[in-house]
């Protein structure tokens, strides 16, 4: 059974993502990878929806 953290965090397997994080092999997203623009917008549209519900709920 995985060793696990008081949070649930599988230790074994945050130690294997960290030494391949050094290793160069990571398969996480960094940042440098993250479509700025393509994120403001998805972020714009859920805030508009959101006060939208808002509006809504008020009513």
Same mark, same amino acid.
């Given at each position: ?7 649930? +965090? &599988? *230790?074994?397997?945050? %130690? !294997?993502? =960290? $030494?391949? @994080? #050094? ?10 990878? +993250? &479509? *700025?623009?393509?994120? %403001? !917008?998805? =972020? $714009?549209? @859920? #805030? ?12």
């Amino acid at each position: 059974m995985a060793k696990r953290s008081p949070a649930g +965090t &599988n *230790v074994n397997r945050v %130690r !294997q993502q =960290n $030494q391949a @994080s #050094q290793m160069g092999q990571s398969d996480t997203e960094f940042g440098s990878e +993250t &479509n *700025v623009q393509a994120a %403001r !917008q998805a =972020n $714009q549209q @859920s #805030q508009a929806r959101a006060a939208q519900r808002n509006q809504q709920n008020q009513q």
